[in-house]
């Protein structure tokens, strides 16, 4: 096929990126930005172009590399790996950015960038990926790649953050590995089939539930599901941009992503069902919902509340994944771009606090609101699209899923649902009523002086992802948005719309 | 069995080539080397280098012609089997002897540019006199050792290769280094006199040494099974199997690195390889060797999987991190033995496993020699230290990603390959075994490398070469030795075709 | 046995097997005594090292294990040994095939008449060939181990010994001379021949001596110790050029070619024995460190 090649070309700008950034000198900032930023334009050029021939030309890209064991090595380009892909892409082109500000002076920034390249040609390693086989090995490099940015502070506490990251994901790694090797004996084939690989209709039921269980169990890990989401919070120690990248884009995404993959293109949703395994998934999601949400609600330091917040809102892609209807999977595959967008938001957005006025904890947040005020409204904005008011992003998301709860006969995801996003007003409102109704302490008295509260680099990525917010909930239905490209996954993996509840 | 795809090349190359004994080529030039190096002890580091390169050369050109053109095989002197000696070569060998000589040629070369760099320092430096004959001479024991196909013959080549390592072990001079050396030897020579054993119980019975012809009359007669069990005794002792590995991580964990590299890399695969070959084309096909004695060898091997892993978990010096890692590394190689019965995917999980540790220990071992010069000593405490060079980190980086099993290393191909027959043909407790053993290396090298972004301690003054251990001679050989650990994965299929040629020795 | 503290057990114990394999050996027949040949040959080299070890000082420690270890251990070789004489008895070595047949049948193309030799230099030439590279590797080995310790002599010039030597030291090359050549046709050899050369050597060094051949470290000494092997290599890579394959001795020539390798064979031989003997390398001859 033309083209073949392009799949390889976009994961290797940021893998050729990383090298180079790792070789350049600490003190060439300038060299540094430079690789940094035309790596990030280049690749969302490319992204662009790709979603451009795939949506109206039909293309599919798809590359081979053979290898010993297991298959061969496929990058492939779907929708489903775009909606990935261009969610990598357009982020890290923004946390760049931001991340430039955020370590000015700061030390190991060659190799800080050098990683975070690293990590991000592992993401797009794992949106490409044609087969299981070639997913493992970008999300085991995913690990691999995050652990240094985890530990980049070096003060003890970042230490213990990182051995737990590592303990949690290499074991969670481990598990995937055995399902895949075992996947991979039973059935012949690793191949992701839209709908499901038919290879697997010839396996007995006990083995796919024994590997349906270890490969979720390894990809729950990185996506936090209940009793797997402990190193998250842990986690919190690393830099304020790694947060942001760990929560929207790379880590906890590629576990979501993983499950996704494997529910609808290994296993098929139809043979997930059928084999008893729907249900019980989308349980565990629904619990992991509600108990992140309690936990959120327990903490006082910024940074951990989002974090438990994260672990409540990636199982909502879970969850849709595991609902056997097309609208509960528009949901999710919506929820994976929309969460990302609101969740980086966020993380940006603590870490100005964070860098402006050294605040960590939301007791302490009185009035912040008047000294940062466009960072809060950023905030503001995400923080509401979390809760889900109309017409923002979490709000689109969490209809959808609603709605496919419904036509699976499974009303209860509406009321999961529906005290979810009681819990988020319950543990996100507070902190808007204090930044902007309550009368700012000494901490955050003193008006921002000058023409900006913080430098743009700050400032510009989270102003520029609430805006996404609001255009990817109000123009929900333009050409592609994450709605429409949604639709167009959904209706290949299980075919059939129903009518009725959303045209 | 059809030539390997995808390793073409033009007739006239590939007659020419074909057109040389390379197996004789590959014996005979470290031994004129290895010779001529003890008798101009004053050129030794020149001959070293070429006679290595040559030899890496024509090995090379060997493993080449044994991909494309099917098994090597040669009546020495014309005298054809049983009265004479066979050399023989299958894909299985083909892969050990190139692993052996690619990183054995790295060595010399590492050798060679960082023995220049310190020649006024004769503690740090391998004595060049003793170290380029007897790395020369184990070479070629090495070599003639994997071509070898009569079990008196593998008998010599074994006593090469043991002394040759002895006197290597022994070379820095150091008394533990001195001590462990001695014990090493006789741990050496009691294993080669209880596998001659083997071979004398077995040559009164049959009156045969040829492994072909041993082949076609051997039966499982109960003398035949002592001698069975006496020579794979003899030979996991000396890879160091569970519960006979006391020796290792002394003498492998004393040695000057060079040395340490050679030894952990490819002298433990060598005695390995045998008991593979005995199994494989004598005790497995004639019934001698029954599924108990492979399952033995298999749970022994797990538990030096478990047992090494765990001593490198809690190893206070670098080196001995690095050694016991040999031991857990060994126990995959020997948890292969149960899963052969099953099919041929456990024999290339083998090669994979060797050769990407052969590739990865070697780094290591070159790795531990920088860190010693940066910092003195080689104390995991110590390794928070700033005055570490960058390249040692990526080094360890590589080489660990490779050791754990992670992909896309060579080391994963491996692994997976390993998992795919516990899960076909083993007990799942085989499977658990092979992941406690992955999480517990994980955790060792996890404990490495996190020691690079421990909080910043002060540079403490150093009145050693520290410029030294920052230059590119120290940091080339193993930074790229830990990179071709890692590129072995990405090989593509050939590698997995080649150990396929000839599926036994005929 | 790998965790008997002492030295002096682990010799003992290396010596008792090394007798037990030594008497298998012993009840082969002619042809298999070229094997036991080199098969003592090897191991007796390792036991030189071990030998040289004496000399050096930091033995392993004394340590006394415990009981149930040491019970272990005995209960272990009392098995082995157990099995071992089983085996030996259980074997019927009346009917035991060999490869008497096959030498006798080749013999004659072999260039010699003892099959002893035709086994060893030529049959199994190769098997020899890596023998002498473990010679080799030996020396070089003990020269790692340190400088030789005073080798115990003789106060120089001791009239009556002088006198002793000076007929014995020729009539023992003249000896060794004979023991080489005869092994062609009767048993002797290589090994035979170097070994009595190397007792002359020994004398010579034992006296006293200040020119006595071996105890400086001299270009000529090391030429003598690798020439052996070098002179075997040289054979076996010329063969393997101009016969295309390894060690195949041309047609008429394997007589004038194994009488070669054997003389080199003869001094490499002898003078490894004497440096081993010495259990280090010995001093440079402008006496530096």
């Known amino acids: 096929m033309s083209g073949a090649w392009l799949p390889i070309v976009v994961l290797s700008i940021s893998l050729i990126a990383a090298p180079l950034i790792f070789a350049t000198a600490e003190r060439r900032v300038a060299l540094r930005t430079t690789i940094n930023l035309c790596a990030a334009v280049l690749k969302l050029g490319l992204v662009a172009y790709l979603t451009w021939q795939v949506a109206f030309e039909g293309a599919r890209y798809a590359w081979r590399w053979p290898m010993a064991a297991g298959s061969d090595l496929v990058l492939q380009v779907d929708p489903l790996a775009l909606l990935f892909l261009s969610l990598s892409a357009g982020l890290w082109l923004l946390t760049t950015i931001y991340a430039i500000g955020y370590l000015e002076d700061a030390p190991h920034r060659s190799r800080f960038f050098g990683f975070f390249s690293l990590c991000v040609a592992a993401t797009t390693g794992i949106a490409l990926a044609g087969n299981l086989y070639t997913f493992l090995i970008f999300y085991e490099l995913l690990t691999l790649a995050t652990y240094p940015l985890v530990v980049h502070r070096q003060t003890p506490e970042a230490l213990r953050g990182g051995r737990i990251y590592l303990a949690y994901t290499l074991t969670g790694g481990m598990l995937l590995l055995v399902g895949t090797v075992w996947l991979g004996s039973a059935a012949g084939s690793l191949d992701f089939v839209t709908a499901g690989n038919p290879a697997l209709a010839s396996v007995d039921p006990i083995t796919l539930t024994a590997i349906f269980a270890l490969l979720l169990a390894g990809l729950g890990v990185k996506a936090a599901l209940f009793p797997a989401h402990g190193w998250l919070p842990q986690a919190m120690v690393a830099p304020a941009p790694v947060s942001a990248l760990l929560h929207a884009v790379a880590v906890v995404k590629a576990g979501a992503f993983g499950i996704i993959r494997v529910v609808e293109e290994v296993f098929g949703i139809a043979l997930t069902v059928k084999l008893g395994l729907a249900l019980p998934l989308a349980g565990l999601a629904a619990f992991t919902i509600i108990y992140g949400s309690l936990q959120a609600l327990r903490q006082d330091d910024l940074k951990r509340r989002l974090a438990y917040s994260t672990v409540s809102q990636v199982s909502y892609i879970v969850l849709g994944a595991a609902l056997f209807s097309p609208l509960a999977l528009i949901g999710a595959l919506m929820h994976l771009v929309h969460q990302g967008l609101m969740k980086i938001t966020l993380f940006m957005c603590a870490g100005n606090i964070a860098e402006a006025v050294h605040l960590y904890k939301v007791s302490d947040l009185d009035g912040i609101g008047r000294r940062l005020p466009w960072t809060m409204t950023a905030f503001t904005v995400a923080a509401l699209g979390m809760i889900g008011v109309p017409p923002l992003a979490g709000f689109v998301s969490k209809w959808y899923l609603a709605a496919g709860g419904i036509d699976d006969q499974n009303a209860w995801v509406v009321l999961v649902l529906l005290a979810s996003s009681g819990l988020n007003a319950l543990y996100l409102l507070p902190i808007l009523h204090r930044a902007w109704f309550k009368a700012p302490t000494a901490a955050t008295a003193g008006a921002a002086s000058g023409r900006l509260e913080i430098k743009w680099t700050l400032l510009a990525p989270p102003l520029v992802t609430a805006a996404l917010v609001i255009g990817v909930g109000l123009f929900a239905n333009a050409p592609f948005s994450p709605l429409s490209w949604a639709r167009l996954i959904a209706t290949g993996e299980i075919p059939r719309l129903p009518e009725g509840l959303i045209r | 069995m059809p030539p390997v795809q995808g390793l073409r090349m033009s007739d006239a190359a590939g007659a020419l080539l074909a057109g040389v004994d390379w197996a004789a080529v590959a014996i005979l030039t470290p031994l004129v080397g290895g010779a001529a190096a003890f008798v101009l002890p004053n050129r030794a580091r020149a001959i070293g280098v070429a006679a290595s390169g040559a030899t890496a050369a024509a090995a090379v050109a060997l493993v080449w012609l044994i991909a494309t053109g099917g098994p090597y095989d040669l009546a020495v002197g014309g005298w054809s089997a049983p009265l004479g000696i066979r050399l023989a070569a299958d894909g299985l060998s083909a892969a050990l002897l190139g692993m052996t000589n690619l990183v054995g040629a790295s060595v010399a070369v590492h050798v060679a540019l960082t023995g220049r760099a310190t020649k006024n320092d004769p503690e740090a430096g391998v004595a060049a006199w003793g170290f380029w004959p007897l790395w020369l001479l184990l070479l070629a024991g090495l070599n003639a050792l994997y071509l070898s196909a009569d079990i008196f013959n593998l008998y010599v080549t074994l006593e090469m290769v043991g002394l040759s390592a002895v006197g290597l072990a022994a070379l820095s001079g150091k008394a533990d280094a001195f001590k462990a050396a001695m014990r090493y030897l006789l741990v050496g020579i009691i294993a080669s006199l209880v596998y001659l054993l083997g071979v004398t119980l077995l040559y009164a019975q049959y009156g045969v040494l040829d492994l072909a012809t041993l082949r076609q009359v051997m039966i499982p007669a109960p003398a035949t099974q002592l001698a069975m069990v006496a020579m794979l005794a003899a030979l996991a002792m000396k890879s160091a199997l569970f519960p006979l590995h006391g020796w290792l991580p002394p003498a492998h964990g004393n040695a000057t690195a060079p040395v340490s590299a050679l030894l952990s890399a490819l002298v433990v695969k060598a005695s390995l390889y045998i008991a593979v070959r005995l199994w494989l084309d004598l005790f497995e096909p004639t019934g001698v060797g029954a599924g108990a004695v492979a399952t033995v060898l298999g749970i022994l091997g797990a538990c030096a999987v478990l047992w090494g892993g765990l001593q490198a978990l809690i190893a206070k010096r670098l080196k001995l991190v690095v050694a016991y890692s040999t031991v857990a590394q060994v126990g995959y190689l020997f948890m292969c033995f149960p899963l052969w019965a099953g099919g041929r995917e456990a024999l290339t999980a083998f090669v994979y496993l060797a050769v990407a540790h052969a590739f990865a220990k070697s780094a290591l071992f070159l790795a531990c020699e920088q860190v010693q010069r940066a910092l003195g000593d080689d104390q995991m405490s110590s390794l928070s230290r700033p005055e570490l060079p960058g390249a040692v980190k990526i080094t360890f980086a590589l080489a660990a990603v490779s050791l754990v099993g992670l992909p896309p290393s060579g080391g994963f191909i491996g692994k997976w390959l390993l998992l795919d027959s516990t899960l076909l043909h083993g007990p799942t407790v085989w499977t658990v075994a092979v992941l406690c053993g992955t999480l517990l290396s994980a955790a060792a090298m996890a404990r490495v490398l996190a020691r690079f972004f421990a909080p910043e301690e002060q540079a403490v003054a150093q009145d050693l070469v520290v410029g030294d251990a920052a230059s590119w001679r120290f940091s080339l050989t193993p930074l790229l030795l830990a990179a071709a650990a890692v590129g072995i994965g990405l090989l593509g299929a050939w590698p997995a075709e080649l150990v396929n040629v000839g599926e036994t020795v005929q | ?289």
């Open chain 3, 1 to 289: 046995m790998l965790w008997s503290g002492s030295r002096a057990r682990m010799t003992m114990l290396f010596i008792g097997f090394g007798g037990v394999v030594a008497l298998v050996w012993m009840r082969l027949g002619a042809p298999d005594v070229a094997l036991a040949e080199a098969a003592v040959g090897a191991a007796l080299t390792g036991a030189l090292i071990l030998r040289a070890q004496g000399s050096v000082p930091s033995p392993l420690p004394e340590r006394s294990l415990p009981w149930i270890i040491r019970g272990l251990v005995a209960g272990l070789s009392v098995a082995v040994f157990s099995a071992l004489a089983w085996a030996l008895i259980s074997l019927d070595w009346q009917v035991r095939p060999g490869l008497e047949g096959a030498v006798e049948a080749r013999l004659p193309e072999s260039g010699v008449t003892n099959p002893v030799t035709a086994v060893l230099l030529n049959f199994r030439g190769y098997d020899t060939l890596l023998e002498v590279a473990v010679l080799l590797i030996a020396t070089a080995a003990v020269w790692c181990l340190g400088r030789s310790p005073e080798t115990p002599r003789l106060p120089p010039g001791d009239p009556l010994y002088l006198a002793l030597l000076r007929p014995l030291i020729p009539l023992l090359c003249i000896v060794a001379g004979y023991l080489l050549w005869l092994g062609a046709f009767a048993p002797g050899g290589a090994f035979q021949a170097g070994a009595v050369l190397s007792g002359a050597l020994l004398l010579l060094l034992v006296a006293g001596l200040p020119r006595a051949p071996g105890q400086m470290d001299t270009l000529r000494l090391r030429v003598t110790i690798a020439a052996g092997l070098l002179v075997f290599v040289v054979v076996a890579a010329a063969t393997a050029m101009s016969q295309s394959t390894l060690l195949q001795y041309p047609p008429g020539l394997a007589k004038h070619l194994i009488l070669v390798i054997e003389a080199a064979l003869t001094l490499s031989v002898a003078f490894t024995f004497l440096v081993l003997f010495q259990g280090g390398r010995p001093a440079p001859p402008d006496g530096r460190a």
